[in-house]
């Protein structure tokens, strides 16, 4: 059975920085990509970071600079550094496991979320 479970989430002043972590069991993390997604109250999830099974890394606009992904398929482990954090990023964020390897490729496995808070 296939898990992945965010955590690291909070309230953080506009400015700081935060690291989520997605913990992933049950499948064989170099065989999938991973995507983060956030979805704000009234608006619809967004992707906001794309790391492919290989190094390649995709960000939009609203968090290329500010926003990084990584993986350590040792430990399973799937994390987003966001920096540089506006009141805008507030929304619950989600971990994605995909076998696709393209940003518009279908999520196979979604996280619960974890809550992030912005405050100005």
């Known amino acids: 059975q296939v898990q992945l479970v965010e955590s690291g989430g909070g309230v953080v002043l506009a400015g700081g920085s935060l690291r989520l972590s997605c913990a992933a069991s049950g499948l064989t993390l170099s065989r999938y990509a991973f995507d983060w997604f956030r979805q704000a109250p009234g608006k619809e999830r967004e992707l906001v970071a794309h790391?492919?099974?290989?190094?390649?890394?995709y960000y939009p606009a609203a968090t290329e600079g500010r926003f990084t992904i990584s993986r350590d398929n040792a430990k399973n482990m799937v994390y987003l550094q966001m920096n540089r954090l506006e009141p805008e990023d507030t929304a619950i964020y989600y971990c994605?496991?995909?076998?696709?390897?393209?940003?518009?490729?279908?999520?196979?496995?979604w996280g619960q979320g974890t809550q992030v808070t912005v405050s100005s």
């Open positions: 994605a496991a995909k076998i696709s390897p393209t940003v518009r490729g279908r999520v196979d496995y």
């Open positions: 790391l492919a099974q290989g190094p390649h890394t």
